[in-house]
């Protein structure tokens, strides 16, 4: 078998290269036999020269195909094997550490004059190599260290300052919360207030109604009662004309001219009364005194009606309670208020619909009627002697009208709002009344003009009330304060604080020690004006007290509600009895001085008598 010798030799910067000898020669011998038993394949003799020219070949084709995949890999190789960069941290030297450190420090002065020197001393040569060596890493890793905590405190003087701030909002929306919850509270009591107060006023205003059907049956029959009386009046005009044709005579006689009247009539009279009366009052009021003042009466008088007072009403002390005797329309608008006389069984009436009625009792026989003034009469108060009777008026004035001459005899006008109440000092010279205007005024009789004006209270004085046989008056306002006054000097001499409403009104009991008030959402408290303090509440809200009144022997309250009960307190037993008296609210409730009868009116315009 013939073969042919390779021969490879490595390059020193190349690629190999391929030497292929040109004549062949032996690598082994080998000898075959030719007839072998066992081997019956047939070989054919393959000549040397033919063989070793396509061996040839095709090796170099193999070897170059290698030799360009090992160039690809290598190729490959030295692509992906990208060296990378290392950075390498040179250690400070001394003088760059210490102009760094200033720098950092902002120490400018020092940083100039350490270079200046530094430079200096280079120059000259003092310096010497282990000056100016590395500085240990422990200075430069205790420096990163140090701006590092630096900058945690910053940090943590930042959160610090956001978390102050964090709690102080916190702080503020919990009492915004607070505050606006107590509002809603406040908003929801004023809702249900004013739902029960729109009911109580279309209820109200239903009652119109029927008074509007009543007044157009009266106008009705009015005109129809007017058509006859002028057919009535023709038909006499014909009878007369026919009477004067037949007796000639008996006309001539009736139609001689009478007398004339030698001086004004009564209406003139009244009038010229009332002009001369006002032109009075407005000379004296320019002045700061006047010679008709009267003086104010020493307080050395005791009450006479102490010895009058027994025991509580019965009808009071009995487990039923009152009960009602009679009953009768007055109105047919609000009855406001109530004044029973000192002396006899008459009531006074005052009501929206601008007058006041005068009746008996207990039948409730119409004795008068009061008209003058221009809005709705909001209280009266009778004189001590009776003889007089004072009210008020949403129409700022102040009326008083003598019995004597059936009209009014003066009207204060002084008062720069609604007045709401009135009262009659015992001497009868001065009449005190309480206004929107946040005032309560003492009015003089005799020189018919304000003596005091009583300011202090910060809101409308509803109620005013002077105690019996003394100078002191007591007044209940909307600032949910009661206050005492001398009138002599227009001072107030004490100031109760206790309620947290509105107050309607104040009344003194009899003997004159203890005073009771009623607000607005029905708290009814009791106070000792001789230890000035509260010794009982009552709660009898939520709907308000208009008005209150003692027995004569200070042991009961009676108290008309809006609600439209009319209830008595027991102030022994502390205990409450509630009986239906009007219809939607009680307005006023007066009791007999002798403790024999109660009388009640309310928005019904009803009156109603309780034994």
């Known amino acids: ?234 038909k006499l005009s014909a009878h007369l004309s026919a009477s004067i044709r037949d007796r000639k005579g008996t006309e001539m006689s009736m139609m001689e001219p009478s007398a004339p009247n030698s001086g004004p009539n009564p209406r003139q009279q009244v009038e010229q009364r009332l002009n001369s009366s006002k032109q009075q009052d407005v000379t004296l009021r320019s002045g700061k005194s006047h010679p008709n003042d009267t003086e104010f009466p020493a307080d050395t008088r005791t009450n006479p009606l102490l010895t009058q007072v027994k025991s509580s009403p019965a009808f009071l002390v009995r487990s039923g309670g009152p009960r009602t005797t009679n009953s009768f329309k007055a109105h047919d608008f609000s009855i406001a208020a109530l004044a029973l006389h000192p002396r006899k069984r008459v009531l006074v009436t005052c009501s929206d619909d601008r007058t006041w009625k005068m009746w008996t009792l207990p039948g409730g026989d119409l004795v008068m009627t009061g008209e003058g003034h221009k809005d709705w009469v909001s209280s009266a108060d009778f004189h001590p002697s009776g003889a007089k009777l004072a009210t008020t008026s949403g129409d700022w004035t102040v009326k008083i009208w003598d019995f004597a001459q059936s009209q009014c005899v003066h009207t204060f006008g002084d008062h720069g709002a609604a007045v709401w109440d009135c009262s009659w000092h015992w001497c009868g010279d001065f009449v005190a009344s309480a206004s929107h205007d946040c005032t309560a005024k003492v009015w003089d009789l005799n020189s018919l003009r304000c003596r005091n004006t009583l300011r202090g209270h910060a809101d409308s004085v509803n109620s005013v009330q002077f105690l019996a046989y003394s100078n002191i008056a007591l007044t209940a306002s909307a600032d949910k304060t009661l206050s005492l006054w001398d009138v002599r000097n227009g001072l107030c001499a004490q100031t109760l604080i206790g309620h947290l409403h509105s107050c309607n009104e104040a009344v003194f009991n009899l003997q004159g020690t203890l005073v009771a008030s009623a607000d607005s959402f029905g708290f009814i408290k009791v106070w000792d004006i001789r230890q000035v303090r509260q010794i009982h509440q009552f709660d009898l809200g939520p709907h308000a007290a208009n008005t209150l009144t003692f027995d004569p022997a200070s042991k009961f309250l009676c108290v008309a509600s809006a609600d439209g009960q009319v209830k008595t307190i027991s102030l022994e037993r502390r205990e409450t009895q509630a009986v239906a008296g009007h219809d939607p609210a009680a307005q006023a409730v007066v009791l007999d001085t002798n403790g024999d009868y109660m009388v009640t009116a309310g928005d019904d315009g009803v009156v109603k008598v309780w034994a």
């Open 1 to 234: 078998m013939a073969a042919t010798a390779l021969q490879v030799k490595p390059s020193l910067g190349g690629p190999r290269e391929l030497e292929i000898n040109d004549l062949p020669y032996l690598l082994e011998k080998v000898e075959i036999e030719e007839n072998l038993d066992d081997d019956v394949y047939r070989y054919e003799e393959v000549s040397v020269d033919d063989g070793a020219s396509e061996v040839d070949e095709d090796f170099r084709t193999a070897f170059k195909s290698l030799q360009e995949l090992e160039q690809d890999q290598a190729a490959q190789t030295q692509t992906l094997q990208i060296p990378r960069s290392t950075v390498v941290k040179q250690p400070e030297v001394v003088d760059d550490f210490i102009r760094n450190y200033l720098v950092q420090k902002g120490l400018k002065k020092t940083f100039d004059s350490f270079q200046n020197e530094w430079y200096e001393l280079e120059r000259k040569g003092i310096l010497k190599p282990e000056d100016r060596t590395n500085v240990p890493d422990v200075y430069v890793k205790n420096q990163l260290l140090e701006s590092e905590n630096h900058h945690l405190r910053r940090e943590l003087d930042r959160f610090k300052g956001a978390t102050t701030q964090a709690k102080d909002v916190h702080v503020r929306l919990r009492k915004e919360r607070d505050f606006h919850r107590l509002q809603h509270r406040r908003l929801a009591q004023e809702k249900n207030r004013l739902l029960s107060d729109i009911k109580r006023m279309k209820e109200h205003y239903g009652s119109y109604e029927p008074t509007l059907r009543r007044m157009k049956d009266k106008y009705e029959s009015a005109m129809r009662e007017k058509m006859l009386g002028e057919i009535e009046r023709e």
